[in-house]
């Protein structure tokens, strides 16, 4: 007979961190059926028959949230073969959608376990001024892509600068200046509100409509349900990035914001996240030349809500909480460092009612550490991703739980 009881795993004993309340000691987390049920201390009841983790000793973190990712869609070391990060045959690539290209065997996979990331919003490249959809994912335990997938309608991915003005500049069609990059933009949604406009009209005198992919996207940017993620570092196309939003009026998110220091108050004022790096790379191009750790700080400090990315492969995913580290040594307060990896990014994509926190209701997506993340010498122990153990203690030193045994039960 096939038992109709709720799975239940309990981590008791460890140095409990919610991210969204105090610090717990010799706490307790419970999950059941893939969904934290209870966070407290030592006193909170352990149901009978729950699967018991001892803790002791760790530190008990929710899984870090990567904001920004080409996890999958840009295989780390698999050469041309394994990049699909960019379709560069057209500046207008919103119907183009990053889960179509994600291989979730990567290594990076495997990689953001070590590094403690249970979540992670892969998003299309930047060599076009749109470049496609993104998508929330689990970083395990999907026979599939689509089951690892948290969310699909997040975010449409789209580049300000050097990027899409060197692709298309090199094949002589527009864009290949940042006027050209803007008008695409502006041209876009234009279009995309006179589709929406018509299709309403359509359906309300019952008439057929024909669909179209690429404005049906952008519609949905217009109406609120996808954010804008939009790739900028010079502080000129951040205030290009602002002026374009507000002009149509959709959810502004800036990816990198190189420069964002500069005009921090005016990100502030206006309440525009940032998702800020990677910020372990070498000054490779004009646009990021003022790249800095402190900018991260500025930004902070101007009252900006900031998320920390690696933007892997460009810096290995499980780098992630190094940055972080490297941030703090530069001013950013602990507090701060912790929430841009975990509720911030969450909050600022829509994806804080499951991820981000260790909270009654979100994913039992738990990471129990060695120590302090933030210290260097902390070392990922045991990784939890919706109540199942997918990393675990093994002869040589945590082993990932291959997909297989995931799924036996």
């Not at 196309?237 to 939003?245: E, G, Q, S, W």
């Not at 500069?262 to 000054?283: H, N």
Request: with cysteine; net charge negative.
């Amino acid at each position: 007979m096939t038992s109709n009881a709720p799975s239940v795993l309990a981590i008791t004993g460890g140095h409990v961190v919610p991210v969204t309340g105090p610090a717990i000691d010799n706490g307790t987390v419970v999950v059941t059926d893939g969904v934290i049920s209870a966070v407290g201390g030592s006193e909170t009841p352990v149901p009978a028959g729950a699967r018991v983790i001892d803790a002791t000793g760790s530190w008990v973190l929710p899984g870090f949230v990567e904001a920004h990712a080409h996890l999958g869609v840009h295989e780390d070391g698999e050469g041309w073969s394994g990049n699909d990060t960019n379709e560069m045959t057209d500046p207008n690539g919103a119907r183009f959608r990053a889960i179509d290209g994600i291989d979730i065997e990567e290594i990076g996979f495997r990689d953001a376990l070590h590094g403690g990331v249970t979540t992670a919003v892969v998003k299309p490249g930047s060599g076009n001024p749109i470049g496609g959809r993104t998508v929330a994912i689990k970083t395990w335990g999907g026979r599939t892509v689509d089951e690892q997938v948290l969310a699909a309608d997040v975010s449409v991915k789209s580049a300000l600068g050097e990027n899409p003005k060197r692709v298309y500049g090199e094949k002589k069609t527009t864009p290949s200046t940042r006027l050209g990059v803007a008008a695409v933009l502006r041209e876009a949604f234009v279009a995309a509100r006179n589709y929406a406009a018509d299709r309403d009209a359509a359906a309300a005198e019952g008439k057929p409509f024909s669909r179209d992919l690429t404005k049906e996207t952008l519609a949905d940017v217009l109406e609120g349900t996808l954010a804008w993620d939009q790739h900028c570092h010079r502080h000129d196309d951040i205030a290009t990035a602002i002026r374009i939003a507000e002009e149509f009026g959709y959810r502004l998110v800036i990816n990198h914001g190189t420069e964002g220091h500069k005009i921090a108050d005016v990100l502030a004022e206006k309440q525009i996240p940032v998702i800020y790096g990677p910020m372990f790379t070498s000054r490779v191009k004009v646009e990021v030349r003022e790249r800095d750790i402190a900018n991260l700080v500025a930004l902070d400090r101007a009252g900006v809500q900031v998320a920390i990315t690696t933007d892997h492969p460009v810096v290995p995913i499980n780098f992630l909480v190094h940055q972080a580290t490297f941030a703090v040594k530069e001013g950013l307060p602990r507090e701060t460092a912790l929430a841009a990896l975990t509720r911030n990014p969450a909050t600022i994509l829509g994806l804080d009612d499951r991820v981000g926190a260790l909270e009654a209701g979100r994913d039992g997506d738990v990471v129990l550490w060695s120590g302090d993340p933030l210290d260097l010498d902390s070392r990922v122990e045991q990784v939890i991703i919706g109540g199942t153990p997918v990393l675990v203690p093994g002869e040589d030193g945590p082993r990932v739980v291959e997909r297989g045994e995931c799924f036996r039960g």
